[in-house]
């Protein structure tokens, strides 16, 4: 397994404003996704990171939302944008590798906005 | 249809029974799958995958697959109040990339002391 770590863990913002989550792998990894779980439910996929180059988004999800960098193999940043109260929920970092296809995650980001 | 779906539950088992938790797939090309145990306020954490037909043991924990009725389930044996907690069932898709999952909403077992 890997150790994902992720920054901050928590935090309360105000509408319009952005705020950047961080994830740090402890190992290389192959990919490396952002996942959304709001409050009661099941895990949403954002997108996936793609080192070097533009994150792939899933439907529903934009760039201009939620831009997302991974400059190398072990760190990828997620932005929330000129944040709603509809994005209040919980952040995940996920890593995986090799050919079996688990999933690591870290310990999210749980994000209030007021 | 929602292409991974479970029962949400409230399951609830009293301690030592053996709990059984359900997921079944739309995409009959999904080649993986993968139990994630989630306590409240944590993030998920990777129980068991699999990927053949039939059973796969490891200690209390069992997984069944059976991909002709697109089935997957989840044994907890001689459940433990720690075993209390939310199970997501996730099933790699052809569609996507090789590493992406797709999370059923979810069963929230209680095991009673």
């Known amino acids: 397994s890997a150790v994902i770590s992720q920054k901050p863990s928590r935090d309360i913002c105000q509408r319009g404003t952005s705020l950047t989550i961080q994830c740090q792998v402890d190992?290389?990894?192959?990919?490396m996704f952002w996942y959304r779980q709001q409050p009661g439910q099941s895990l949403t996929l954002i997108a996936t990171?793609?080192?070097?180059?533009?994150?792939?988004?899933e439907s529903g999800f934009v760039i201009d939302k939620f831009p997302i960098s991974r400059p190398n193999l072990t760190f990828s940043t997620l932005t929330v944008s000129n944040m709603s109260p509809e994005d209040s929920s919980i952040y995940l970092c996920?890593?995986?590798?090799?050919?079996?296809?688990?999933?690591?995650f870290g310990e999210g980001s749980r994000l209030t906005v007021l | 249809q929602k292409e991974v779906e479970q029962n949400s539950g409230p399951l609830s088992v009293p301690e030592g029974a053996i709990a059984s938790l359900n997921c079944t797939y739309s995409?009959?090309?999904?080649?993986?799958f993968f139990w994630y145990r989630q306590y409240s306020g944590k993030s998920p954490e990777l129980i068991m995958f699999?990927?053949?037909?039939g059973d796969k043991e490891d200690g209390r924990f069992t997984a069944q697959l059976n991909k002709a009725s697109q089935y997957v389930s989840l044994l907890i044996r001689d459940s433990q109040p720690s075993d209390s907690a939310t199970y997501l069932c996730?099933?790699?898709?052809?569609?996507?990339?090789?590493?992406?999952?797709?999370f059923g909403s979810g069963t929230q077992l209680t095991v009673l002391p």
């Open positions: 996920s890593g995986g590798w090799g050919n079996t296809g688990e999933l690591f």
């Open positions: 190992s290389q990894v192959t990919m």
């Open positions: 990171a793609n080192q070097g180059s533009e994150a792939t988004y």
């Open positions: 995409d009959r090309g999904s080649q993986s």
């Open positions: 699999i990927y053949s037909n």
């Open positions: 996730a099933v790699r898709t052809p569609r996507g990339s090789a590493r992406q999952l797709t």
